[in-house]
């Protein structure tokens, strides 16, 4: 059997440490070195359990661990991994980010996405973004199903959740807690910006079902609370922002083809919202599917990230999306084992 | 841009009719024959319609009509297909067929399925088993699902559905209208089968989250009519069988790690049942997805096989799994276009 597979986690916030822990746990992956760019209390805590290296120059951390695959968490912008996502290519290093904007990178620039797909292939390596959304429950599970369509006219697709298990710069991003003011003044200076993924969802919708999109417009809202929400990190006061109502439409030829609704709040059920995810499809035939309460985001994007290790490992080198490669599975095994072998009903 | 993507259709009966109808409607493929070999006054009427070539002679046929691609549409079991595909294989010919047996061949035969891998390796094509049954509602959307855990404990999904669309062969499997006492007895003859797909389904999820099945338990009771149900061909008195409750267990290491609950019978809703579409995972996190009413199972197969020709003639040679290959996505462009380039979020 092969050796481990060798992996170098970038990040060491919340959903960094999640992924190093579960790569930790692993059979047939190895963690072999965490980058942490800042001072991160939790990182110096944890170091000694993992056992691993850890650094904060991503160069010296890839060159003295030679990691076969690495998985980014640090931000949501293309801009901002950038940089590191070159570094490891150019160390021959398959990159898997949770990024937002590396689920379709053609969305935020279709320059930047050639030149990462030009990168990755002159080192022979695979570069992917993936997460819950985008990546899953708005864009490949609504391309899956369409699968089953002779044809379709429109698809619709809503996630509403639950923000309250989330970080500072998440609420931040969603308004929580600003009046309805400030809320609007947030949107203007681009404090408040909502979700982040829907362009990239639409790219890869559209690309993939053959749709060419001329336009797509968004319109983001406060979603304003009857009554108190508190968390351990913040409190919203009636007549506040609990979150913010994001919703995007694309046109193509005139006609409204993809409508993606995000709902995004602190405790939806103490106004009697419940949470789920929801895809409708009119065409042929007319498809619904849903799931309540919403895939929990934090833990499904860690999942990904660990779970896609042998999926991107197995492919053609290049920049790919959750829709170029084969679904995604529960590692239940040696990972080593599901590389060693293509299945294809051969047993094996 | 490439010529159209030569489409065979083997089979003309409900499915190869709707499939081969399919194929003359997309932009890129081009139906260029129907194989039937047995008297179908359908094949006589739609030719002319469809204006490709008709033949019975499948190794005649695939000569004459160079296909790049054929479409199988004309029984259940591996043993009944091997011919056809083989003969396709051997000239050259990517194979996708809608026998429930090929959407993992190794539940029935590994030595099968490693000849077919073999043969279509040496012949530079691929050869898939697709289908909403097994092949995408009880297992590829179960894997995908899946894929956000970092562990899962047990799956349970439930496909129930109405049969009156159904043709005579589907009708008579399920044991529909027989008593109690005949359709005890079919199932000791053979006559009555339930779902063919179980095996198939765990396969695949088995092997694609590394779980070892050490054995499988299936059951098959009647699903007893408390009032008459009438459809074209068949009449359900009371106290007869309206169709099959048909489950399958899959134990690993013990455990029962796979449960697949299919009622398949006519007219449910004269009895209060809702169809529907249902997968339940306990894991990290639990998960549960629904689709009410079910997925129609004869528009959908026929949309998948078709569908998946531009994922199976980009994939390596060989034979494929929907597991092993990206998902299926309904093809609204030109399908040229789709295998002119892979997309990965660079736009193009």
Redesign the interface.
Known sequence: MRAPIRVLVIGFGKMGTAIAR?VS?KPGLELVGICARHDSPGSVALQPELGCRLGSDLDVLAEATHPEVAIQATCSRLADVLDDVETLLGHGVHVISIAEE??????SS?ER??RL?ALARANGVGVL?TG?NPG?VLD??V??L???????ESIRAERVNDLSPYGPSVLRAQGVGLTPEAFGKGLETGSVVGHYGFP?SI??IA??????IERIEETREPILSRQRRETELVTVEPGCAAGCLHTAVAYCQGRPVIRLVHPQQVHPHLEGVQTG?LIEIE???D??????PE??GG??T???A???IPRLLAAEP????M????????????VR??LEQ???????
């Open positions: 579960l746990e590396m689920a379709w990178p053609a969305a279709p996405a050639d797909d973004g819950i899953f490949l599970l391309v899956a369409t699968g089953v369509c002779a044809h379709v990239q790219g890869m690309k993939t079902l053959g749709w060419e995810d065409g042929s035939p498809l619904r599917l849903e799931g309540r895939i929990p833990r499904a860690a999942a990904l660990v779970n896609m290049g920049l790919k999306s829709a170029d490669l084969p679904v995604p599975a529960a590692m239940l095994g040696d084992g599901l293509q299945s294809g009903g051969k047993g094996g």
